[in-house]
């Protein structure tokens, strides 16, 4: 498909238009020719004194259609609401076209809650359902799904202080890698010999930020260890790790600290007590899947049974909130299985599940081979949400963070899932872009937030082990700026904590 546009609103236009067809080479065209190769969308926008004209056309083989539409004094908001109405007529024409309704409309950012947060604040939540039903398309089910998460997310957010962050740190290491996966992270086989120089120059890196931190005079509120897999690092490493977290940062304001064993072939009576005595309250074991067939597909090599003694060893450990992640969508899997790994995961009660939608990234290997993501009008991985949703909420457990990514199957969502009091700080503080995040490791990013306001700077280390390892020096000198970046804010930050 090619859309030939005559005005700057391209990127909402490709994305747009890939999520009717996310499996088709979309190519963006920035002047409108005489002769044009079929199928193709022509995209024009024509502004006047008081008028703007918004004119799309759809052409296929065996389909044609145009749509248009005049503004007319337009003053508040001129570039939001000239392309909200550009993309209100393109999704007509593409649902025309296709037969699809988009659960999330016109949307296409990966942030719905943090909108919907601002509509309720300009005008209250009626306004801004309305505003997501009417003006965005947003289905009824999507739309109360995002006002729960928003009353549970605006209790997360109150924690935070203007000198408030949390740190990350990133183990970039996995037993294999998935099927799915575009994280930086290398398997053991292929990295073992890095995996000791990188815990010691991460811990470097580790004490060097939280003097950093001090000078600043920042309040830190959780801790998450992620990557990659943690618990590939062996007990003695993993005890190292969080010995120097714990003995570098002041831990009395931390409200959270996670670690994501994620694969359950790497968790061990040692690593769990390791991490228990080293401050963590928070694992994460992520099963995907409880269908050994598809996780073989995958490329996990663990099996069900793994995960459910791996949560009952970090049950008799001692761990109070362990969470658990599942995927809908994965390849081979039926509705029935996801409907069948879903029960048995709410039967064992962990404290968290995070249900997650298959997003085919271009780095992962899915991509490469060309597994194709089902196109059908509601593919089976809406079918899964709908039921996850029900029975979470018939299970005691409540939406606390919802985001969304591209190339997403069926255009849907993420969401964590919790009972009461168990909430992931974290992952509501990263994803709201709430306060600044001090990343740790290859492929973290810090990311200094000015307070009150939605300036974000982005520090980025190095990605993957070998040029962390090789690039040290400098990635320290990089993080210098996190003292400038306070010290520009001292008196700003003085005057909002009034």
């Known amino acids: 498909m090619t859309i030939y546009i ?105 942030r719905p809650i943090k909108l919907f947060r601002r509509l309720c604040e300009q005008g209250g939540e009626d306004y801004a359902k309305d ?56 398997s053991i086989e292929s990295a073992k010999k890095l995996i000791e ?39 003695v490493q993993m005890k190292k790790l969080l010995d120097t977290i714990r003995n570098s940062f002041d831990m009395t304001t931390c409200r959270e600290f996670t670690v994501e064993a994620g694969r359950p072939d790497t968790i061990d009576s040692e690593k769990l007590s390791a991490i228990l005595e080293g401050g963590a309250d928070r694992i994460s074991i992520n099963p995907q899947t409880l269908n050994d067939s598809v996780l073989e597909v995958i490329g996990r090599k663990h099996t069900s049974a793994q995960t459910l003694e791996a949560f009952e060893l970090a049950r008799k450990a001692g761990f109070r909130h362990i969470n658990m992640d599942l995927i809908a969508g994965l390849p081979t899997e039926s509705v029935e299985s996801f409907v069948s790994t879903l029960d048995r995961i709410c039967e064992i009660d962990p404290e968290s599940i995070t249900v997650h939608t298959l997003a085919m990234k271009r780095s992962s290997r899915l991509t ?22 029900k029975k979470l909420a018939e299970s005691g457990y409540h939406p606390y963070y919802l985001y969304r990514q591209t190339r997403m199957e069926g255009n849907l969502e993420n969401v964590g899932w919790s009972k009461e009091g168990f909430d992931g700080l974290y992952n509501v503080f990263v994803m709201d872009e709430t306060h ?63």
């Open 6 to 110: 005559d005005h700057q609103f391209h990127y909402e236009s490709e994305n747009l238009v890939r999520l009717f067809f996310p499996n088709d080479k979309i190519t963006v065209v920035h002047e409108i020719p005489e002769e044009k190769e079929i199928p193709y969308i022509v995209s024009s926008i024509k502004s006047g004194e008081n008028e703007t004209y918004i004119s799309i056309m759809l052409q296929t083989e065996d389909f044609s259609a145009h749509d248009e539409k005049t503004l007319t004094n337009v003053k508040d908001d001129f570039e939001k609401t000239v392309e909200r109405e550009m993309a209100v007529c393109l999704y007509g024409l593409l649902t025309k076209l296709t037969g699809k309704i988009q659960p999330w409309g016109i949307l296409t950012g990966v």
């Open 197 to 235: 120089p990188y815990v010691e120059l991460l811990c470097r890196e580790i004490e060097e930020t939280a003097e950093i931190s001090k000078e600043c005079g920042l309040v830190l509120e959780s801790v998450y260890i992620g990557g990659g897999t943690p618990t590939t690092l062996s007990a």
């Open 436 to 498: 600044t995040i001090l990343g740790c490791g290859a492929g973290a990013v810090t990311k200094l937030k000015k307070p009150a306001s939605e300036s974000l700077e982005r520090i980025f280390n190095y990605k993957y082990p070998y040029e962390y390892i090789g690039g040290f020096e400098e990635m320290l000198r990089r993080k210098e700026r996190v003292k400038s970046f306070y010290a520009e804010l001292a008196e700003y930050i003085s005057q909002i904590c009034l």
């Open 368 to 389: 490469l081979q060309g597994t194709k993501t089902d196109t059908e009008k509601e593919p089976p991985a809406a079918q899964m949400l709908r039921y996850a949703e």
């Open 131 to 186: 505003y997501f039903r009417s003006r965005l398309l947003v289905s009824e089910e999507k739309t109360a799904l995002s006002a729960v998460t928003e009353k549970y997310e605006k209790k997360i957010l109150s924690l935070s202080r203007p000198r408030s962050f949390s740190l990350y740190v990133s183990i970039p290491f996995c037993p294999s890698r998935c099927s799915y996966c575009s994280f930086v992270s290398q």
